[in-house]
């Protein structure tokens, strides 16, 4: 099973940008389609963007445009570029691995393995 570790969260003012970072390790990402979601207290996990094994992407309405996600196979990393970010993109981070051709559903249960989290905070 492969194994993600996200990194790169922080506080930012509304209109700046962020890079949040997922290194994985135990088994080759190019394995795998990747995602990240976010989560804020008392809601439930949420969609962000996924990119395939093929490296075609997918991004909810909310963040297309302004995010990218992108993934580097020889680094082992996948990546969440984050720009005119708002303060309701404020919420935990979460980098997920995918073997599922229903990855790009947005559904937390199509994917198999996740990260810890960070935690991206944008002020107003």
């Known amino acids: 099973q492969v194994q993600l570790v996200e990194s790169g969260g922080g506080l930012v003012q509304a209109g700046g940008s962020l890079r949040v970072s997922c290194v994985a390790s135990?088994?080759?990402?190019?394995?795998?389609?990747m995602g990240w979601f976010r989560q804020t207290p008392g809601r439930e996990r949420e969609f962000v963007a996924a990119?395939?094994?093929?490296?075609?992407?997918v991004y909810s309405e909310s963040v297309k445009g302004r995010f990218t996600i992108s993934r580097d196979n020889a680094k082992n990393t996948v990546y969440l570029q984050m720009d005119s970010l708002k303060p309701e993109d404020t919420a935990v981070y979460y980098c997920?691995?995918?073997?599922?051709?229903?990855?790009?559903?947005?559904?937390?249960?199509?994917?198999?393995?996740w990260g810890q989290g960070t935690q991206v905070t944008v002020s107003s």
């Open positions: 997920a691995a995918s073997t599922n051709v229903a990855y790009g559903s947005g559904l937390p249960s199509m994917y198999v393995s």
């Open positions: 135990r088994v080759p990402l190019r394995n795998y389609h």
């Open positions: 990119n395939s094994r093929s490296q075609s992407t």
